[in-house]
């Protein structure tokens, strides 16, 4: 009895939310290979480091869009360009000089921009984030009570990539099969990206470690004040007090002042960080340049230090082309295992004919 009741809650809840699944690994897995198919001019560059450089571009940068930015993305070691990010929506795209490469009002201009709002919003802000949320945590159950299920029917295991055929019961044996080979990869990828919509869930997984107030407290920027922002920021300046204080760190986003009173954050990365963007912190008065705070992100509380993992796990920054290629096979089985769900249960389900005498 309780078999049955989980397979029909198993079978009903994929056959409502598999579709949601399949278009997350399908734009996840995009999204993996974001850097290969950008195509635009130095985007291969090799990353600059020194603070001479990236001060010369951030000036330019600003000088480009006065009063309109809201922050900077610098180089990485896997993409050459600077991305500006404009307060009122829309960027640009520039060199490690600070030339403007190629610019956008909307997200709708950049496809690299609207399948990432995809994949994370769902093209609904807030709400579409509630809903992959709930996807992901369906998805959890998925495969929970998938492994629970197929281990009555392990005796008929058969290894498979593809369904024999588009029949009910061929996909069927295809889903179950497939499903507990990916369910390990499957299950890295659900958790490690449900943990960065939903704070309980990451409350969850970090409590054992950390006390999740402290975690929060440990992510979130204080709240800082300081003076009016300088017509002209002493950046060389302010990025030399920033790497004086952590010498191993790179510069990844510097964060403008939007209203009066606001400071200038800068978020690093230092070297053992597997966060791309890092969390390591250093705060800056906007009208005089001087360095008012600081943080380090290995100093972090161990549930934070988990916590901040779950990006470069989810999105594959760590661990190479080999874990890259891994992670591109967990969004692919997702994606086929969520659309073949979908047909076959509300297109290819079985006509029961009524027999007459």
């Given at each position: 009895?309780?078999?049955?009741?989980?397979?029909?809650?198993?079978?009903?809840?994929?056959?409502?939310?598999?579709?949601?699944?399949?278009?997350?690994?399908?734009?996840?897995?995009?999204?993996?290979?974001?850097?290969?198919?950008?195509?635009?001019?130095?985007?291969?560059?090799?990353?600059?480091?020194?603070?001479?450089?990236?001060?010369?571009?951030?000036?330019?940068?600003?000088?480009?869009?006065?009063?309109?930015?809201?922050?900077?993305?610098?180089?990485?070691?896997?993409?050459?360009?600077?991305?500006?990010?404009?307060?009122?929506?829309?960027?640009?795209?520039?060199?490690?000089?600070?030339?403007?490469?190629?610019?956008?009002?909307?997200?709708?201009?950049?496809?690299?921009?609207?399948?990432?709002?995809?994949?994370?919003?769902?093209?609904?802000?807030?709400?579409?984030?509630?809903?992959?949320?709930?996807?992901?945590?369906?998805?959890?159950?998925?495969?929970?009570?998938?492994?629970?299920?197929?281990?009555?029917?392990?005796?008929?295991?058969?290894?498979?990539?593809?369904?024999?055929?588009?029949?009910?019961?061929?996909?069927?044996?295809?889903?179950?099969?497939?499903?507990?080979?990916?369910?390990?990869?499957?299950?890295?990828?659900?958790?490690?990206?449900?943990?960065?919509?939903?704070?309980?869930?990451?409350?969850?997984?970090?409590?054992?470690?950390?006390?999740?107030s402290e975690v929060v407290a440990a992510i979130t920027p204080p709240p800082l004040r300081?003076?009016?922002?300088?017509?002209?920021?002493?950046?060389?300046?302010?990025?030399?007090?920033?790497?004086?204080?952590?010498?191993?760190?790179?510069?990844?986003?510097?964060?403008?002042?939007?209203?009066?009173?606001?400071?200038?954050?800068?978020?690093?990365?230092?070297?053992?960080?597997?966060?791309?963007?890092?969390?390591?912190?250093?705060?800056?008065?906007?009208?005089?340049?001087?360095?008012?705070?600081?943080?380090?992100?290995?100093?972090?509380?161990?549930?934070?230090?988990?916590?901040?993992?779950?990006?470069?796990?989810?999105?594959?920054?760590?661990?190479?082309?080999?874990?890259?290629?891994?992670?591109?096979?967990?969004?692919?089985?997702?994606?086929?295992?969520?659309?073949?769900?979908?047909?076959?249960?509300?297109?290819?389900?079985?006509?029961?004919?009524?027999?007459?005498?």
């Amino acid at each position: 009895m309780i078999l049955r009741t989980l397979n029909l809650v198993h079978r009903w809840l994929g056959g409502c939310i598999g579709l949601v699944l399949a278009l997350l690994g399908l734009t996840g897995t995009i999204l993996l290979w974001k850097t290969a198919w950008i195509g635009l001019p130095h985007s291969d560059d090799v990353q600059r480091t020194d603070v001479a450089s990236i001060a010369a571009a951030t000036g330019r940068i600003l000088a480009d869009s006065p009063g309109q930015a809201g922050s900077i993305i610098y180089a990485s070691e896997n993409f050459g360009l600077h991305e500006l990010r404009l307060v009122a929506g829309g960027g640009q795209y520039a060199n490690q000089d600070g030339a403007p490469v190629t610019a956008w009002a909307t997200q709708w201009e950049r496809p690299e921009q609207w399948i990432f709002d995809l994949h994370h919003h769902l093209f609904t802000g807030d709400l579409g984030e509630t809903v992959a949320g709930v996807a992901g945590l369906s998805a959890l159950m998925f495969i929970i009570s998938g492994a629970i299920l197929w281990w009555r029917t392990r005796r008929t295991f058969r290894f498979r990539l593809w369904p024999k055929r588009l029949s009910r019961a061929a996909i069927l044996m295809h889903h179950r099969d497939l499903g507990i080979i990916v369910a390990p990869l499957l299950l890295l990828t659900v958790v490690t990206g449900t943990m960065m919509i939903f704070r309980p869930f990451a409350a969850l997984i970090v409590g054992p470690f950390s006390p999740p107030s402290e975690v929060v407290a440990a992510i979130t920027p204080p709240p800082l004040r300081g003076g009016l922002l300088a017509q002209q920021p002493n950046w060389q300046a302010m990025f030399t007090a920033a790497r004086s204080r952590f010498p191993d760190a790179e510069f990844r986003i510097l964060a403008i002042p939007r209203r009066p009173g606001d400071v200038i954050f800068l978020r690093m990365r230092r070297a053992a960080e597997w966060l791309p963007n890092g969390r390591t912190l250093v705060a800056f008065d906007a009208a005089s340049g001087r360095l008012i705070y600081s943080r380090d992100a290995l100093a972090m509380p161990m549930g934070a230090q988990i916590f901040n993992a779950a990006y470069p796990i989810h999105s594959a920054k760590v661990g190479g082309l080999g874990y890259r290629l891994v992670m591109t096979l967990s969004g692919l089985a997702m994606m086929l295992l969520g659309t073949l769900t979908v047909w076959s249960f509300w297109f290819r389900r079985k006509r029961h004919s009524i027999a007459t005498g």
